[in-house]
């Protein structure tokens, strides 16, 4: 009876050891989507203009690695946008403008809250240079410098 006793503690002992090296060795791989049931957070920024306004950005977030076409998605005060949209630039790293296009308000724009704002921008990647910027202005129709603003979001250009 210890003979078959003795044979059981060493297949379970072993079957555990199995169990233990398949988890470890698990990277997560086989799991590419969130359960239903799993919140995921959604990455946001808030970047400060040069006047002190905070625009709140989900996509792209600085240093992100981007291509064509560009999504941008977040917030801005009301007072950023004028006929629910604000302009939007792509520079690459010496300042030229690769794209340029309008976020467009996704609610009530006349307001001093926060509005959910979304954008597309086509463009061709840069040959030269891996860096660049997002930027974000807001939208002055009057012209006049003292009401001039922007956010500037830097970005890297895939391959």
């Not at 003979?3 to 297949?11: D, K, S, Y």
């Not at 989507?33 to 792209?60: C, F, H, M, R, W």
């Amino acid at each position: 009876m210890s003979q078959l006793l003795r044979i059981i503690l060493i297949v379970l002992v072993l079957g555990a050891a199995v169990l233990v090296w398949v988890e470890m060795k698990d990277d997560g791989s086989r799991r590419l989507q969130p359960a239903s049931d799993e919140q995921v957070e959604e990455v946001q920024t808030t970047y400060g203009s040069e006047k002190g306004v905070n625009l709140i950005v989900t996509s792209p977030v600085k240093d992100s690695v981007i291509s064509s076409p560009l999504v941008i998605a977040g917030e801005a005060p009301g007072f950023w946008y004028f006929e629910a949209t604000f302009p939007l630039v792509l520079v690459n790293w010496d300042g030229l403008i690769i794209a340029q296009g309008y976020a467009t308000a996704q609610g009530e724009w006349m307001t001093e809250e926060y509005v959910p704002f979304t954008a597309t921008l086509e463009f061709t990647t840069p040959e030269y240079g891996e860096t660049g910027a997002l930027i974000l202005q807001r939208d002055n129709p009057s012209g006049l410098p003292e009401n001039d603003d922007a956010v500037e979001i830097p970005i890297q250009f895939a391959p």
